[in-house]
C-alpha cells in the first residue's frame, strides 16, 4: 500500500455538518500535511503538524496526529457548500533535508450538500 | 504571499510536438521545485525535484530525456515534455518551496495530446 492513504475515498455531507478524514502512513515521518484541490486547480496548502504536535487548529480546520498509530485525521467543522473538493494527506520524512520529497495520499473527494 | 505562477494552464498539441510548462515563483525564492503528474481522480506522482543551478533528480520510472527540467533561476523551472505522444496527455503541476517551508503548488497544466 501506499504511504498516507486515506479514509474514507469519498465523503458527502449536509451544509453544516462536520467532516472527519482519516489519514494513515507507514514510515516514520518529520511532518504530515493536508492539502485541498478544487477541480482542475492546484493543491492548497491547509495545515501542517510536527511529529511531536499531537493537536493542531487553523480557524474551521481541527488535524490530528497520533504516531504511536501513525496516523492523523482533518476535521471540517461547520461545513460550507465551497469546502467541496479533495483532500489530500502527504507526508514528509523523518530524516528531512532541503530537497526532502512529500508523498500524498489517493485523496478524499468532500462533497458538501447545500 | 507565496503565489506559484503555472504557464501554460492548458495546452493541446499534435502528437511528435515539444511542450514547454513554466513554473514561476511570483514572490518568494524557489530553493527547491518539483513536478508532479496527477491522473483523473487519482494522486500526484512525484516525477523530479529541481534546485536552481543544478540538475533535477528524477524518480525511478521517469524518463530525463523525455521530460526535460530546468531550473535556472530562483524563480523559474520548466518541464519540456519532448515529442509527445497522447499516453503523456495528463495534468502536470508544479510546487515550489523555500528552504523548509512547506510546498506552494501552482494551479497545474492540463495536456492534451492529439
Known amino acids: 500500500s501506499q504511504q498516507g492513504e486515506e479514509d474514507p475515498q469519498a465523503l458527502s455531507i449536509q451544509e453544516g455538518e462536520n467532516a472527519t478524514m482519516n489519514c494513515s502512513y507507514k514510515t516514520s515521518i518529520n511532518n504530515l500535511q493536508w492539502y485541498r484541490q478544487n477541480s482542475g486547480r492546484g493543491l492548497v496548502h491547509l495545515i501542517l503538524?510536527?511529529?511531536?504536535?499531537r493537536e493542531k487548529h487553523s480557524g474551521r480546520l481541527r488535524v490530528t496526529l497520533d504516531t504511536s498509530k501513525k496516523s492523523s485525521s482533518l476535521l471540517i467543522t461547520a461545513s460550507r457548500a465551497a469546502d467541496t473538493a479533495s483532500y489530500f494527506c502527504a507526508t514528509a520524512p523523518l530524516n528531512t533535508g532541503a530537497n526532502s520529497k512529500l508523498t500524498f495520499g489517493k485523496g478524499i473527494t468532500l462533497s458538501v450538500r447545500p | 504571499g507565496a503565489v506559484v505562477s503555472q504557464h501554460p494552464s492548458w495546452v493541446i498539441c499534435k502528437s511528435g510536438t515539444s511542450v514547454k510548462i513554466e513554473c514561476r515563483s511570483l514572490?518568494?525564492?524557489?530553493?527547491?521545485m518539483f513536478w508532479y503528474r496527477q491522473f483523473p481522480k487519482k494522486s500526484l506522482m512525484l516525477m523530479a525535484t529541481s534546485n536552481e543551478g543544478s540538475k533535477a533528480t528524477y524518480e525511478q520510472g521517469v524518463e530525463k530525456d523525455k521530460f526535460l527540467i530546468n531550473h535556472a533561476s530562483l524563480t523559474l523551472s520548466t518541464l519540456t515534455v519532448t515529442s509527445a505522444h497522447p499516453e503523456d496527455s495528463s495534468f502536470y503541476i508544479c510546487?515550489?518551496?523555500?528552504?523548509?517551508?512547506?510546498?506552494?503548488f501552482g494551479d497545474g497544466t492540463r495536456l492534451s495530446i492529439l
Open positions: 503538524i510536527r511529529s511531536n504536535e
Open positions: 510546487s515550489a518551496r523555500q528552504g523548509f517551508q512547506p510546498q506552494h
Open positions: 514572490d518568494f525564492q524557489a530553493t527547491t
